[in-house]
């Protein structure tokens, strides 16, 4: 086999010149547009990094209005009429129209801008191809190219910002009709509205989104390292290929949708507006016959395994780090990997959840219901296997298992409190209330948020060569758990006080809102919750300079600073063009940590097995339960 | 360290990276066009009686473009074939079959059926009119042997400019022939030959239109569908053909030249996305020619 003789090639990664296929490239080539997994997950990460900051901007703007409403915001509010545009903020008070382009954009970014290019496209990019063993994704020209596209999709909804009329205002889920005559009229461009736009950018973003499933999912069958069979794979390869494939089959039905509500909007088409429609006051001209309930099926279809490819990363992620961080074999890793398949395969059967109150009929209710509730069997699994892998550790409390295992109940707590959620009677009364806000919230926001900071502190060390700060990232970590928490926790208290989500004025005018709730009524509680917002704002400070005075000034590190045992470490840090210096072969599953009749408490995976380990073990995959 | 099984196959998978990959992002299309059919059947479910229009599309054209694709499927498979045999004449010439096959399929769309339905016109009359338009539409005909009823009638629209100037009150419309004989039994049903054109002139008034217009994406849901979906497919097709041709150009020779199996591999790949294209047209075609 001529391939894996080039394999064998001993390349010294200092010496670029040694190999024919190392040869020195510009900066333009080698930073900006590379075809290396490493740099493409970097962009990913830094541009990902960037949108969660600007989408966690926009809900500040909004939770003063929340808090506020109706008075002018100090200090900034001028200059953001004058930036997003005459009308958007008269005299710094928040325009109703420019709150609901806030809501729906801070959906937007923060799921499609933000999380997924960072937990799945950064991530996966950087991390998947250095555990495998494999020198680079398979088809690396696709990989750029995912990339680009979905810089031109986040370039597209920026723009959406600042074109007459401003960005999309339908909510992140532009339910039809009201999407389809949105941003429509003389004070509209046809083409250049922010409705329009964020649609286009959406076909930029599924497109990214598609190359870069494909690319995951043939780079993990393909390359994996000699002796990486299936039940070897690190927890985070499999997170990772699952939610390749939830990207790979649920996105092209939204994009079917997408298209179907570009061509009402540009074509006059009726895919989505119903005959009879009356737009203010007048019959609306359009043949009808559309539906509206059309578009929340796929959108949905898209929307509810969109759930699961934000936490599935950050699911990944949290294991490596309690393995690691306990030194401990994580607890169960075949139901781990089963639960996360039956995970995968059930979120595409539970969409409709999100319609209980669109009149389906009790039926369709009840087969979604049901399957609803089965989902969350394997999510219960996966994390009672998380929480196990502690006991009887030695853990390590460093700023990545911080992150790590604050994400265990965060994520639980989001989790148990959706499940009231899935029974279509409660819903009808929690439904489109502050309780689903906080719900979801807290499996995304202190859940998702935090794998994806553990991750980055935890892999740091492997694309820089250098730690972040300790002391620093617990300063990060601390007030960012409190707030986090002061947020989400008495928004749960305002949705089953009845608390619509939707209230452009926080609620102010809400009659029963006089009922207090630990001595709050529901509209006084917006005050505490915007402050934990902004002063959480302020706890990320610490990381962002944390973030880059490390890539220089960082402790330095050897190859593998946290003493792991999955093949990543096992790369040069930061690794070179190609990864490694010798071919990787695994023998041994990922989580050999603490093993008996061993001198070290971690064992790698490219170390081959002993004869004083205590042998044989059941299954080549099997780790040995210390 | 490079990129292995790049035309090679991974002995436990037995398969090269490009295989996989394809057939990814064909799973990942069969969920595209998916949605679309699912909008498709939830239209046409929803659709008021007598809007979702029967036998408009021109058949046998619409055969002839399916004979077309078929065909260049299976030229694009003797041009694989022709590079494993190692014979690169056979494979120019099959190509080049395979692109004129995909660029007629796609002329015959673009300049003959689409702008075809931009010039036919179709107005839809108001419930309480229908009784007036009776000799055109023979919906008492159609009510005794329990077919569905017309509430639209079609043809070439005479005076354009009746769409634009509110002064003109009617149109006057050279009507399709089943409206200028709707009681024929032989226009119960759609017909595979497309009957010609009337010079039968029937005067609508716009008081009793309810909408009228040319067969345009906004005319009703079955054109909505119809130009989305074919127009999709239409650019699945145009992609093919590009790429194909990139294939077919001296450049890609060069590859061959190299490593013909590289090249078969590539024309492998190409030629399975080309067969999907071939499927959806399968499926596109009794839909909307058909059924």
Redesign the interface.
């Known amino acids: 086999m001529d391939a894996s003789a080039s394999l064998e090639t001993h390349h010294d990664p200092h010496h670029h010149d040694a190999g024919h296929d190392h040869h020195e490239l510009g900066f333009w080539r080698k930073y900006i547009f590379s075809t290396d997994h490493k740099v493409i997950g970097i962009q990913y990460g830094i541009c990902g990094l960037i949108f969660l900051f600007m989408g966690f901007s926009l809900m500040m703007l909004m939770r003063w209005q929340l808090a506020y409403p109706g008075q002018a915001l100090p200090l900034i509010g001028h200059s953001l009429d004058y930036i997003f545009g005459k009308g958007s903020m008269p005299d710094g008070k928040m325009a109703p129209e420019f709150y609901n382009t806030l809501g729906a954009m801070h959906g937007t970014i923060m799921i499609f801008l933000g999380v997924v290019p960072v937990a799945f496209a950064a991530f996966g990019n950087f991390v998947v191809p250095l555990q495998i063993g494999a020198p680079d994704m398979t088809f690396p020209k696709v990989n750029a190219a995912s990339f680009w596209a979905f810089a031109v999709g986040g370039v597209i909804m920026l723009v959406s910002f600042f074109v007459p009329g401003g960005g999309a205002k339908s909510g992140w889920t532009s339910y039809t009709p009201l999407a389809d005559i949105a941003d429509k009229g003389p004070n509209f461009h046809p083409l250049m509205n922010g409705q329009t736009l964020w649609l286009i950018g959406f076909i930029a973003l599924i497109t990214s989104s598609l190359l870069g499933a494909v690319n995951f999912i043939t780079t993990i069958i393909q390359l994996r390292a000699k002796g990486l069979t299936w039940m070897r794979l690190p927890f985070f390869v499999w997170a990772q290929f699952v939610t390749a494939f939830l990207l790979l089959l649920a996105f092209p039905p939204l994009e079917a949708a997408i298209v179907m509500q570009l061509m009402d909007r540009l074509a006059a088409t009726s895919f989505f507006l119903p005959a009879g429609l009356v737009i203010n006051g007048a019959p609306a001209d359009i043949s009808g016959g559309g539906s509206p309930l059309l578009w929340q099926h796929l959108f949905w279809f898209l929307g509810h395994p969109e759930v699961y490819v934000l936490i599935l990363p950050g699911m990944g992620i949290v294991a490596e780090i309690i393995a690691n961080n306990s030194r401990k074999p994580l607890w169960g890793y075949k139901s781990l990997v089963f639960s996360v398949l039956v995970l995968g395969f059930l979120s595409f059967i539970v969409w409709a959840h999100h319609m209980w109150l669109t009149g389906m009929g009790s039926a369709v209710s009840a087969f979604f219901q049901t399957t609803t509730l089965i989902i969350s069997i394997p999510s219960v699994i996966i994390l009672s296997a998380f929480f196990i892998s502690l006991w009887g550790g030695s853990i390590r409390f460093n700023t990545p298992m911080l992150f790590a295992t604050a994400f265990l109940p965060m994520f639980g707590i989001g989790g148990l409190t959706g499940i009231p959620l899935a029974f279509n009677s409660a819903d009808l009364y929690l439904h489109d209330t502050y309780y689903v806000i906080a719900h979801f919230h807290y499996i995304v926001a202190p859940g998702t948020i935090f794998a994806l900071f553990a991750g980055v502190y935890f892999w740091y060390p492997k694309a820089t060569g250098r730690m972040m700060n300790e002391f620093w990232g617990k300063v990060h970590f601390w007030p960012s758990l409190i707030c986090m928490n002061v947020i989400f926790l008495p928004m749960f208290l305002q949705g089953m006080g009845g608390m619509h989500r939707r209230w452009y004025d926080g609620g102010q005018g809400w009659a029963v809102g006089a009922d207090r709730i630990w001595g709050l009524t529901g509209f006084q509680w917006n005050t505490p919750i915007s402050w934990a917002a902004w002063i959480m704002g302020l706890a990320q400070i610490p990381f962002i300079i944390n973030f880059f005075w490390s890539i220089r000034h960082g402790k330095k590190v050897n190859d593998n600073p946290w003493e792991a045992t999955t093949l990543e470490w096992t790369a040069p840090s930061p690794p070179p063009h190609g990864n490694f210096v010798t071919t990787p072969v695994a023998y041994r599953g990922p989580y050999e940590y603490s093993l008996p009749g061993t001198d070290k408490d971690f064992t790698m995976q490219n170390e081959p097995v002993t004869p004083t380990e205590r042998t044989p073990r059941k299954a080549s995959g099997e780790p040995v339960l210390a | ?6 035309v ?1 196959n ?2 436990d ?1 037995g ?4 295989k ?2 394809i057939w ?2 064909l ?10 059919f ?2 498709y059947i ?2 046409r479910i ?3 009686p007598g ?1 979702w229009p029967h036998g408009l599309l021109n058949v046998p054209v619409g055969t002839m473009n399916t004979a077309i694709l078929i065909a260049s499927s299976v030229t694009v498979v003797l041009a694989w074939a022709a590079l494993k045999m190692r014979k690169y004449r056979a494979y120019w010439w099959y190509m080049l079959i395979t692109i004129l096959c995909g660029v007629i399929f796609l002329t015959v769309k673009l300049v003959y059926e689409w702008p075809d339905k931009f010039q036919h016109f179709g107005a839809y009359l108001k419930p309480a009119a229908l009784e007036k338009y009776e000799q055109y539409l023979g919906n008492h005909h159609l009510e005794e042997k329990g077919l569905p009823l017309r509430t639209e009638i079609t043809g070439h629209l005479h005076n354009k400019e009746a769409l634009k100037d509110p002064n003109i009150h009617e149109y006057e419309v050279a009507v399709d022939p089943i409206y200028a004989d709707p009681t024929n039994p032989q226009m119960d049903r759609p017909h595979f030959w497309p009957k010609h054109a009337t010079d039968k002139i029937v005067t609508i008034e716009k008081a009793d239109v309810e ?1 009228a217009g040319f067969f ?6 079955f ?3 119809y ?2 979906i074919t127009g ?1 497919h239409g650019l699945h097709v145009l992609g093919g053909v590009l790429v194909f041709i990139y294939m077919w150009l001296p450049v890609s020779k060069k590859i061959y030249q190299r490593n013909p199996e590289h090249l078969a591999n590539r024309v492998e790949v190409s030629g399975l996305f080309w067969h999907f294209v071939d499927l959806i047209w399968i499926f596109v075609f009794p839909l909307f020619y058909l059924l």
């Open positions: 360290m490079e990129i292995p099984y790049t090679s991974r002995p998978t398969l090269w990276n490009a996989i990959g990814l992002f799973a990942s299309e069969v969920m595209l066009f998916g949605g679309l699912s909008a939830f239209l929803d659709a008021p809007h909408r345009t994406p906004d005319h009703n849901t054109f909505a569908t130009f989305t999709l």
